[in-house]
């Protein structure tokens, strides 16, 4: 079937969820952070993921805002870094994520295709708008889905449904991509034909499902609508 609609998650996917870290480690008088940056980073993420799937198993859902602050609060305790300016700094860097290199070229060939193009993500509107805005994908996006809609994250299939909601056409039109194996295996079982940008060359995910095709940057989604 015909891929009418492009969807993409945004942290990871669309936008370098690495950065902040990286970049403020490279700024004066950062040496501890320059020493153990990657691994603040990794936690960073690995706890604001973890604690989405908690919430939304508790059913004790809170934005992804203050869960992204949650998260970093611990890595930096993991990482023995106890500084509320350079909590303020990596939250500032982290509100506007910069896209990957190839994020803009390929949003652009995707409008030339004259397909729908749309971000769904865990990020709650007040990052998703400064991110979006500062790395100038605006232009090619038909619009940004947020899970506060749905008040909880994913992989729950009625996020998944905001898209249905907001393009009415058939899952099997609707092309998701995202950096996260199991939020990709999350949107086949859903019923999207689904692209896993696995960017790190990560083992796949044994669960429910399985996306129907790995890549290791945007590029190659090209050549799929």
């Given at each position: 079937?015909?891929?009418?609609?492009?969807?993409?998650?945004a942290?990871?996917?669309?936008?370098?969820?690495?950065?902040?870290?990286?970049?403020?480690?490279?700024?004066?008088?950062q040496?501890?952070?320059?020493?153990v940056?990657?691994?603040?980073?990794k936690?960073?993420?690995a706890?604001?993921?973890?604690?989405?799937?908690?919430?939304?198993?508790?059913?004790r859902?809170?934005?992804?805002?203050?869960?992204?602050q949650?998260?970093?609060?611990?890595?930096?305790?993991?990482?023995?870094?106890?500084?509320?300016?350079?909590?303020?700094?990596?939250?500032?860097?982290?509100?506007?994520?910069?896209?990957f290199?190839?994020?803009?070229?390929?949003?652009?060939?995707?409008r030339?295709?004259?397909?729908?193009?749309?971000i769904l993500?865990?990020?709650?509107?007040?990052?998703?708008?400064p991110?979006?805005?500062?790395?100038g994908?605006g232009?090619?996006?038909?619009?940004?889905?947020?899970?506060?809609?749905?008040?909880i994250?994913?992989?729950?299939a009625?996020?998944?449904?905001?898209?249905?909601d907001?393009?009415?056409v058939?899952?099997?039109?609707?092309?998701?991509?995202?950096?996260?194996?199991?939020?990709a295996?999350?949107?086949?079982?859903?019923?999207?034909?689904?692209?896993?940008?696995?960017?790190?060359?990560?083992?796949?995910?044994?669960?429910?499902a399985?996306?129907h095709?790995t890549?290791?940057s945007?590029?190659?989604?090209?050549?799929?609508?």
């Amino acid at each position: 079937m015909t891929i009418t609609t492009c969807i993409f998650d945004a942290y990871g996917t669309l936008f370098d969820v690495d950065a902040a870290a990286r970049e403020v480690a490279k700024q004066p008088g950062q040496a501890q952070l320059a020493a153990v940056w990657g691994t603040l980073s990794k936690d960073w993420r690995a706890k604001q993921l973890e604690y989405t799937w908690l919430r939304a198993i508790g059913g004790r859902h809170i934005p992804f805002w203050q869960v992204t602050q949650d998260a970093l609060d611990w890595a930096m305790e993991n990482n023995g870094l106890r500084d509320n300016a350079l909590r303020a700094k990596l939250l500032a860097v982290y509100k506007e994520c910069p896209a990957f290199p190839e994020v803009v070229s390929t949003l652009k060939a995707l409008r030339e295709k004259d397909v729908n193009i749309a971000i769904l993500s865990n990020g709650s509107p007040d990052m998703l708008v400064p991110a979006v805005r500062s790395s100038g994908i605006g232009q090619y996006l038909d619009d940004v889905l947020s899970v506060e809609d749905a008040q909880i994250y994913k992989p729950h299939a009625s996020v998944y449904d905001l898209v249905w909601d907001r393009f009415d056409v058939p899952q099997a039109q609707v092309l998701f991509a995202s950096s996260n194996g199991w939020d990709a295996a999350g949107a086949a079982g859903y019923g999207f034909a689904t692209v896993w940008v696995n960017r790190a060359g990560a083992p796949q995910d044994r669960l429910w499902a399985a996306p129907h095709r790995t890549i290791k940057s945007l590029k190659p989604l090209l050549d799929l609508v």
